[in-house]
């Protein structure tokens, strides 16, 4: 795991200060690769690197070059696979200097060109320098586990791994997107190809690009594109068991080599018991497991606590054991992640778990995580159960009939929380007069309840996020609509959100993390199975919960899982409640009056955002998750646009 950057330009020779700058790239990534750092100079390009020794710690230093010098690469990530293309490799007449994984990408590229790309297993992102082309051919892993920033200047291609490297070679762009903008506040993250920075573009999961002469060519190299509509062809519960098994038992063997220490994250749920079940049944050795818990349960009380759980399982695994105590008493935690973070994400979760990988970095440099195991089998039930409700309400009449039916009744439905819980239909209602994809989008969307507190300059004619996701959507005609939805989940949410929080807050602490719920090939049999075996009889994640019938300790199968989502209406209302209120409106703590201007006040609507903030102080919560948003948003442009780019170091 690591840090790249680097500048390249395919017309002309770089200035002579371009070494100087990307020794201030890598030099501003230091904690994505503390171990060592190198830069690599030819004719109109430098490549910069930082390490995070994994694998072959001795002699797998990058930037890594072929013995002619012609080709040059700057890896950041993991090639799962790099044993058996190194044996095909050295087959056909290739000589290895290294025992690394980054040499298989100068050899396979060599042998193989750009169907390198459809060979390997891993995660990562790559900038590879081809000197007789005079080319540079970068791409990113399928599933977007690892980041690759771009943007271009003077006919000069800039990249880095995070934008704070970007920043750092002073050449990049400072002005805010208002469409990222826009697309933060509906969705709470800024999705691939776009970055908060106008000019500023993310290289999207699966995608490539070649920089030469003829200017930047961009494709998409893989997508969960099964060769028949989920379900289409007929499996066995018991089969598909068996596979998956299988699939999984794969994705953790590739993930147990490592010459640091290695561990597993292991809480009360079932996905990370599946991984450590399945490490201990393919690790030769005794497998290490991490919990994590607060030392009291006063601050974050909202996180439960798994850690009984999680001791009866390790002992059901025969795995080593260790309980991680976190300091939850670090209510100024959020400032200093936005440095690692580089662009606004509402996603609260990113402060336990900055605390959880702090705590694994003291033990391990590897750890394994239970990640993947919601999207792609179905595992939220709050997002699919009502979803998949209503999907059945569609069918009852035809859309010509329901949508007009359902306005109508939307617009005189009461919207109250007094009313029973049978009767609180406005929301069903709302969605029933969209077709399935907005309606989709509304439920999950902060901005439904916020569009009016927007300037005029983000409320655009058409909404960006419901663009993407309807786009997605369309890819999979044919697919029953939970497959439909998890699809765009996939792609979307858990590609710029989760896993996006799980590299930037893993790295800002220098660990890796792998997911082999996450494999490519187990992700690409997922979206080969119905989704009754996905949502059966209102079970989520179905399959997944009968393998674990099969594998995990008995008693974790009636426990709910209670995830790491701090309750943040609580803490907005109460011991947040002046230090949010005077970062939303200045420094005077009154919601009512300003001795320093908002961070906000280019973007929002001040007048209506204080309206909102009294109606959620007085109880009114259908605008927390906006205001969350306006809260991350104001501390990132304090915390980082509006300071000069520094350099970050971890924490204690």
Same mark, same amino acid.
């Given at each position: 795991m690591c840090g790249i950057s680097g500048l390249f330009s395919p017309n002309s020779n770089l200035p002579s200060e371009a070494r100087a700058r990307a020794q201030s790239m890598n030099l501003a990534m230091a904690y994505r690769g503390p171990d060592d750092d190198g830069v690599y100079e030819n004719?109109?390009?430098?490549?910069?690197?930082?390490?995070?020794?994994?694998?072959?710690?001795?002699?797998?230093?990058?930037?890594?070059?072929?013995?002619?010098?012609?080709?040059?690469?700057?890896?950041?990530?993991?090639?799962?696979?790099?044993?058996?293309?190194?044996?095909?490799?050295e087959a056909l007449g290739h000589r290895f200097k290294t025992r690394s994984d980054t040499e298989v990408l100068l050899h396979g590229y060599r042998a193989w060109g750009e169907g390198l790309l459809e060979r390997l297993r891993g995660m990562f992102a790559f900038a590879l320098y081809d000197a007789d082309k005079r080319t540079l051919f970068a791409a990113r892993d399928p599933i977007g586990k690892k980041p690759f920033y771009y943007f271009e200047n003077s006919g000069t291609f800039?990249?880095?791994?995070?934008?704070?490297?970007?920043?750092?070679?002073?050449?990049?762009?400072?002005?805010?997107?208002?469409?990222?903008?826009?697309?933060?506040?509906?969705?709470?993250?800024?999705?691939?190809?776009?970055?908060?920075?106008?000019?500023?573009?993310?290289?999207?999961?699966?995608?490539?690009?070649?920089?030469?002469?003829?200017?930047?060519?961009?494709?998409?190299?893989?997508?969960?594109?099964?060769?028949?509509?989920?379900?289409?062809?007929?499996v066995s519960e018991n089969e598909a068991l068996e596979k998956l098994s299988g699939l999984l038992d794969q994705g953790v063997a590739r993930r147990l080599i490592s010459e640091v220490p290695l561990g597993a994250f292991l809480s009360g749920g079932i996905d990370s018991n599946l991984v450590v079940a399945s490490m201990a049944r393919v690790s030769q050795d005794p497998v290490r497991a991490f919990t994590v818990g607060f030392k009291s349960q006063g601050r974050m009380s909202g996180i439960?606590?798994?850690?009984?759980?999680?001791?009866?399982?390790?002992?059901?695994?025969?795995?080593?054991?260790?309980?991680?105590?976190?300091?939850?008493?670090?209510?100024?935690?959020?400032?200093?992640?936005?440095?690692?973070?580089?662009?606004?994400?509402?996603?609260?979760?990113?402060?336990?778990?900055?605390?959880?990988?702090?705590?694994?970095?003291?033990e391990v440099t590897v750890a394994l995580t239970g990640d993947g195991g919601d999207e792609p089998f179905g595992g939220y039930s709050a997002r699919y159960l009502p979803y998949l409700m209503?999907?059945? *309400? @569609?069918?009852? #009449?035809?859309?010509?009939? +329901?949508?007009?039916? &359902?306005?109508? !009744?939307? /617009?005189?439905?009461?919207? $109250?929380?007094?009313?029973?819980?049978?009767?609180?239909?406005?929301?069903?209602?709302?969605?029933?007069?969209?077709?399935?994809?907005?309606?989709?989008?509304?439920?999950?969307?902060p901005l439904r309840c916020g569009e009016a507190a927007l300037n005029p300059a983000l409320r655009m004619g058409a909404d960006p996020a419901l663009d993407i996701m309807r786009a997605l959507y369309q890819r999979t005609q044919g697919w029953d609509e939970l497959n439909r939805a998890l699809y765009v989940d996939t792609r979307l949410y858990m590609c710029e959100n989760?896993?996006?929080?799980?590299?930037?807050?893993?790295?800002?602490?220098?660990?890796? *993390? @792998?997911?082999? #719920?996450?494999?490519?090939? +187990?992700?690409?049999? &997922?979206?080969? !199975?119905? /989704?009754?075996?996905?949502? $059966?009889?209102?079970?989520?994640?179905?399959?997944?919960?009968?393998?674990?019938?099969?594998?995990?300790?008995?008693?974790?199968?009636?426990?709910?899982?209670?995830?790491?989502?701090?309750?943040?209406?609580?803490?907005?209302?109460?011991?947040?409640?002046?230090?949010?209120?005077?970062q939303l409106f200045g420094a005077n703590t009154s919601s009512n009056t300003s001795s320093r201007s908002s961070p906000l006040e280019a973007y929002l609507d001040m007048d209506r955002l204080r309206e909102i903030w009294r109606g959620f102080l007085a109880g009114d919560t259908k605008h927390a998750a906006f205001l969350w948003s306006a809260y991350v948003l104001s501390v990132w442009i304090q915390e980082f646009h509006a300071k000069p780019q520094g350099v970050y170091s971890p924490g204690p």
């Open positions: 004719q109109g390009v430098v490549l910069g690197h930082r390490r995070l020794s994994i694998i072959d710690r001795a002699g797998g230093d990058q930037p890594m070059r072929t013995v002619d010098n012609r080709l040059a690469v700057v890896f950041n990530g993991e090639i799962y696979n790099f044993g058996p293309l190194r044996k095909e490799l800039h990249f880095a791994s995070d934008v704070n490297a970007l920043r750092a070679c002073g050449l990049m762009p400072d002005k805010l997107s208002p469409e990222a903008l826009r697309l933060y506040f509906s969705l709470g993250y800024v999705p691939a190809p776009h970055c908060i920075y106008a000019g500023v573009r993310k290289l999207e999961a699966g995608h490539a690009l070649r920089i030469s002469v003829e200017g930047i060519r961009h494709w998409q190299f893989w997508d969960i594109q099964p060769e028949a509509a989920p379900g289409s062809v007929a439960g606590d798994e850690r009984q759980a999680a001791i009866k399982a390790a002992a059901y695994y025969g795995a080593q054991h260790q309980v991680l105590d976190l300091d939850e008493a670090e209510d100024d935690l959020l400032p200093r992640l936005m440095h690692p973070l580089g662009e606004p994400l509402a996603d609260s979760s990113i402060l336990p778990t900055y605390l959880i990988c702090r705590a694994a970095r003291r209503e999907q059945r *309400l @569609r069918r009852l #009449l035809p859309e010509a009939l +329901l949508s007009p039916m &359902a306005s109508g !009744l939307h /617009a005189l439905w009461p919207d $109250s929380q007094s009313l029973p819980r049978p009767l609180r239909l406005k929301t069903v209602l709302r969605n029933l007069a969209s077709d399935s994809i907005k309606a989709f989008y509304l439920d999950q969307s989760v896993l996006v929080k799980a590299d930037r807050m893993s790295m800002a602490n220098s660990l890796e *993390l @792998r997911s082999p #719920l996450l494999d490519q090939d +187990l992700v690409s049999y &997922a979206f080969t !199975l119905p /989704a009754a075996l996905k949502i $059966s009889r209102g079970e989520c994640k179905y399959l997944l919960r009968r393998l674990a019938e099969k594998k995990v300790e008995p008693s974790l199968l009636t426990q709910p899982k209670t995830g790491f989502a701090i309750p943040v209406d609580a803490y907005m209302r109460d011991k947040w409640r002046a230090r949010v209120t005077a």
